[in-house]
C-alpha cells in the first residue's frame, strides 16, 4: 500500500533512522560505498513507531503467507521485530544466523522448527539479498518450506530481485527506495538536482564512490 509505504518512509526520515549525504558515502557492512545508511534497531526506541511496524509487517504476513506456521528472523538485526510479529500472529518463532556460534552447540537456528513446517522469514533491509537467501537456504538444508520474506525496506537493487527469483522465493516490503526519495523530497530533506546522485548510486552500488556525481 503506497499510503503505508510513503507514511513509514517519512517516519524514519524524522527520527534519522535514515540518513542521507549524497555527495558523501557511508560504507555498508557488505562493503558498498552508499549515500545514504539505515539504522532500523533506532525504531526499536519509538513505542508508537516500533507498534506500527510491527502491526504492519504482520498484516503484510497474513495478505501474502498467510498459510505460515512459523515466523524466523534474520539476525541480528531482524530479531527483535521478527520476535514481536511472530508474537502478534500467534506463530512459533526462531531466528537463523548466518554463520554458527563459536560455541556451544554451534546452531545456525536458534529456536525449534520443525520440517515440513511453513517459514516466512522476517528482515529489516533488503539490500543485495545475500543474507535473506542465506536464511532462506538454511531453512531448506533443515527441511522447511520458506514461503517467503518481508522486511521493512527494500532498496528495489535489480540485483537483489533476481536473485530472490533464481530462488524462486517471493519478497515484500512495507517500502522501498523509491518511496524514500519521494518522501525526502517532498520534505525537503533533499532537492531536485540530489537525484541524479542518488539514482547514478543506485544503478552500481558495487562500484560507485563518491565524487562520482558532481553538483557543482
Not at 96 to 111: A, F, Q, S
Request: charged content about 20%; glycine content about 6%.
Amino acid at each position: 500500500m503506497e499510503h503505508v509505504a510513503r507514511l513509514l518512509a517519512g517516519k524514519l526520515l524524522k527520527i534519522s533512522a535514515i540518513n542521507l549525504q549524497p555527495y558523501n558515502s557511508f560504507i555498508w557492512a557488505n562493503g558498498w560505498n552508499a549515500p545514504m545508511y539505515t539504522d532500523m534497531r533506532k525504531t526499536l526506541s519509538y513505542p508508537p513507531l516500533r507498534t506500527f511496524i510491527k502491526i504492519q509487517l504482520a498484516r503484510l504476513i497474513m495478505e501474502h503467507f498467510g498459510e505460515a506456521d512459523a515466523v524466523a528472523g534474520v539476525a541480528t538485526g531482524a530479531i527483535a521485530y521478527s520476535a514481536m510479529v511472530a508474537d502478534e500472529l500467534g506463530l512459533p518463532y526462531a531466528y537463523v544466523r548466518t554463520t554458527p556460534k563459536d560455541h556451544g552447540l554451534e546452531n545456525l537456528i536458534e529456536g525449534s522448527l520443525k520440517p515440513g513446517d511453513k517459514v516466512v522469514v522476517v528482515n529489516d533491509l533488503i539490500t543485495n539479498a545475500s543474507r535473506s537467501l542465506l536464511v532462506a537456504q538454511t531453512l531448506r538444508d533443515a527441511g522447511c518450506e520458506v514461503l517467503g520474506i518481508v522486511a521493512m525496506l527494500d532498496f528495489e537493487f535489480e540485483s537483489a530481485a533476481e536473485r530472490f527469483d533464481e530462488m524462486g522465493i517471493p519478497f515484500k516490503a512495507l517500502s522501498t527506495y523509491g518511496d524514500l526519495l519521494a518522501v525526502a523530497l517532498s520534505q525537503k530533506v533533499i532537492v531536485p538536482a540530489d537525484v541524479a546522485a542518488f539514482n547514478e548510486w543506485h544503478d552500481d552500488p558495487e562500484t560507485w564512490t563518491p565524487g562520482d556525481n558532481d553538483n557543482e
